[in-house]
């Protein structure tokens, strides 16, 4: 499966950081006047609140691989929802902000834009294991009412008897889907996770 390593920064609570006139755009109401409307995207231009979940998931700059951005095997039948309301998609995170998503996705095409490598094979959830897996990063919050804590460590204990390097961080009170766990105990996951 690939999948992008801030995929759930971006559909989750990612901080404060919301899109600036930094990078030449002019903002009209809070949102970049890129002009496309969903329409005519080339792989400079930029996503605002008011395009739709669909201008995400063939994006150019995401090369057919958008549709792995989103939350569900098959998102077909949320194409139409404008980004504005991307938080109805996601009911079991809490405190998604449109503004956020949106910059988190323009953060990502100018990455793209500067020639970097966004996407990564890297496998999530399963029940296999085997010394050949890529090392890995894991985090859980003991109450994810989502995710057993127990089969996360179940999973972390098999790929380290495997001899898969991996590191491994339980937080208490983050819940489920908190994304750079700002406020919560999982606060700074992300910077360990970058030098891990």
């Given at each position: 499966m690939v999948l992008l390593l801030s995929l759930?920064?971006?559909?989750?609570?990612?901080?404060?950081?919301?899109?600036?006139?930094s990078d030449n755009q002019e903002i009209v109401d809070g949102n970049e006047n890129n002009g496309n409307g969903g329409n005519n995207m080339n792989m400079a231009a930029h996503l605002t609140i008011n395009d739709y979940v669909r201008d995400i998931v063939n994006y150019p700059a995401f090369n057919g691989l958008g549709e792995l951005l989103l939350s569900r095997d098959d998102n077909s039948s949320y194409y139409n929802t404008p980004i504005s309301n991307v938080g109805s998609l996601m009911p079991y995170h809490g405190n998604v902000r449109p503004e956020v998503v949106v910059g988190s996705v323009n953060y990502m095409i100018d990455?793209?834009?500067?020639?970097?490598?966004?996407f990564y094979d890297i496998y999530t959830g399963q029940s296999t294991y085997s010394r050949d897996f890529s090392p890995s990063f894991i985090t859980v919050a003991a109450n994810d009412g989502i995710v057993n804590v127990n089969t996360v460590e179940r999973r972390v204990k098999n790929l380290r008897k495997a001899g898969v390097k991996v590191e491994y961080h339980r937080y208490q009170t983050a819940g489920h889907g908190f994304g750079l766990g700002t406020g919560t105990d999982a606060e700074g996951w992300l910077d360990l996770a970058v030098r891990f």
């Open positions: 759930m920064l971006f559909f989750t609570n990612c901080g404060d950081k919301t899109p600036t006139d990455e793209v834009n500067k020639g970097k490598t966004i």
